[in-house]
């Protein structure tokens, strides 16, 4: 254990966990009160020769007789900033690498305890100490608690993780963290780590698929996992994460083995491995960028010329590589006009030669660094047309278009919210109504419908548990996309049951938006008569608000 000693020993109770001990010194109180096996072998001590002689002799004698030793580290009281850096060098060779390390910053002068956390993260980060707890003994008149301020020393260690992901797109800082969280972290970690491993590997489409499992089936356990860890910023930290990994997910993950057959090449796919390519090389991590923006080229000319559906046959992208170095050919011909097509059939041709000295990792009689002229040149050339490629042009894609008006409305005790829910979306103008419900509201849904007049298809999202299933909600979403596939446009009703079936309501909203060619709109419903008068007669239609634009007035 690593403590510090101040200078006016005062008798004081502290609780810790339910259990108080009564001691002159915090030290000696917190080794009483830590559980048998959790208490130290050790106790070092950072003190200056006045604590030395007027507070350790007290540490001694609470302790005496206990199966601990007690060591000093002299610290100057001078307030130099050389005696700062002799505090932290003290502390640091004191404490042996390779231990497991309980902390105690109660005592001593107030910027020891700043400079005893600088010196923890240090001895974390860099000598592999494991640090088992971190206390500070809160003063109270009556009884003073102490706090485990651990968490604040793994904090920056997130915080760091984070910036590593911010700064290279990379995961796996943030994975290794979560693994250290247990073994109930195993599978939220290793799925951070397929992430990783696709990000580092050149893998966009892996990429986005690990990203939207990840975001899908663990966010929630990464939050839960955090919160029990009593970290700080818990939330915060996940929702950092989250918005980076959203960046990058694929916008739609079909539910089977087949899932990449399935993948749509689209001007959304394009652009969201446009933002990929465009991380790389704002690293300048040209040897992974210029790979990616090779094969991208290809794919952005399948768009172009309608045969995007073959991007992933046998042979299917043939016909657009050969089409991209006829262009080549004619856009080095001396008599070549400055078309686009020029342009482009340039770019390809640098385009090749950069990513091949790259992947081959230059085994010639070249330089392949940002000091040769001519590579560089090469580099700001592609850069500066990839500008311009990576602005999809709109073009007609061989896709359905999504057509017909879905109703998603939640149905708590009172079935009026729905029945007035689908009197405001027009029953005669719905191609299906999504329900959300519970085992003891479905059974009104029937008479609801039937009292507004609607007749089509129903489906019916059930939750288990209404008021806390929060692990059934990423399923009801992705049941409630698949029967939404083909819906232009999507009317939910964000008000009836409980708060929890509101929330489903607004993921699916949510979940629904990402398909750029459908509407969304949301609404609430209000009912201004008293509520003995609403549970008597439920069939009067209520107030719409739209939160959205309606849909009739939508763009």
């Not at 818990?234 to 993950?253: E, G, H, I, P, Y």
């Amino acid at each position: 254990m690593l403590t510090s000693l101040g200078t006016n020993p005062s008798d004081t109770v502290y609780t810790l966990d339910g259990r108080e001990h009564a001691s002159n010194v915090a030290a000696a109180a917190l080794y009483a009160l830590l559980p048998e096996a959790e208490r130290p072998e050790r106790i070092i001590v950072l003190c200056t020769q006045q604590a030395e002689e007027v507070s350790l002799p007290h540490l001694r004698r609470a302790l005496d007789g206990q199966p601990c030793s007690i060591e000093v580290a002299r610290v100057s009281e001078e307030n130099t900033e050389e005696a700062v850096h002799q505090f932290l060098a003290t502390l640091v060779d004191s404490v042996p690498p390779n231990v497991d390390l309980t902390v105690d910053v109660t005592q001593g002068f107030r910027h020891q305890a700043f400079l005893t956390y600088t010196g923890v993260l240090y001895l974390t980060a860099l000598r592999n100490i494991n640090l088992r707890a971190a206390y500070y003994g809160m003063f109270a008149t009556s009884v003073s608690r102490f706090v485990n301020i651990g968490p604040l020393v793994e904090l920056p260690r997130w915080f760091h993780a984070l910036r590593v992901l911010e700064d290279s797109g990379n995961a796996h800082l943030v994975a290794k963290l979560v693994a250290e969280s247990g073994p109930e972290a195993a599978e939220v970690s290793e799925s951070l780590e397929l992430v990783a491993e696709a990000h580092s590997s050149g893998l966009p489409i892996e990429l986005g698929y690990t990203a939207a499992q990840f975001l899908d089936q663990h966010e929630a356990g990464l939050r839960e996992l955090l919160r029990q860890r009593s970290l700080p910023l818990a939330d915060t930290l996940v929702d950092t994460l989250v918005s980076k990994l959203n960046d990058q997910r694929l916008t739609t993950v079909p539910p089977d083995s087949d899932w990449k057959k399935r993948l749509r090449l689209d001007q959304d796919e394009l652009a969201r491995q446009v933002r990929i390519i465009n991380g790389y090389l704002d690293r300048q991590d040209y040897a992974t960028a210029f790979g990616l923006m090779r094969e991208w080229l290809v794919l952005w000319d399948m768009v172009r010329t309608h045969r995007a559906a073959e991007w992933l046959k046998d042979g299917g992208r043939e016909p657009n590589e050969d089409r991209l170095y006829l262009i080549e050919q004619s856009a080095h011909r001396p008599d070549a006009p400055p078309t686009s097509e020029t342009v482009v059939g340039r770019v390809w041709r640098d385009l090749r030669q950069l990513r091949n000295a790259y992947q081959h990792h230059a085994i010639d009689d070249g330089v392949r660094l940002t000091a040769d002229p001519e590579h560089t040149r090469r580099i700001k050339a592609v850069v500066q047309v990839w500008q311009v490629l990576q602005k999809v042009p709109e073009v007609t894609l061989a896709v359905p278009v999504p057509t017909g008006r879905a109703l998603v409305s939640p149905i708590g005790m009172r079935p009026g919210v729905l029945f007035s829910a689908l009197r405001a979306a027009g029953p005669d103008q719905l191609s299906c109504v999504l329900v959300i419900c519970s085992a003891d509201t479905e059974r009104a849904i029937d008479e609801a419908v039937g009292k507004a007049g609607y007749r089509g298809r129903i489906v019916r999202l059930r939750l288990e548990d209404p008021f806390a299933g929060v692990v059934e909600l990423n399923d009801l979403v992705r049941a409630a996309n698949h029967h939404l596939a083909e819906i232009g446009t999507v009317l939910v009703n964000i008000t009836g049951g409980t708060t929890l079936m509101g929330v489903l309501a607004e993921r699916i909203a949510g979940r629904a938006r990402r398909g750029r060619r459908r509407s969304v709109h949301r609404f609430a419903l209000i009912d201004r008569r008293p509520v003995t008068e609403q549970e008597n007669d439920p069939y009067q239609v209520g107030q719409a608000c739209w939160l959205d634009d309606p849909p009739n007035e939508a763009a």
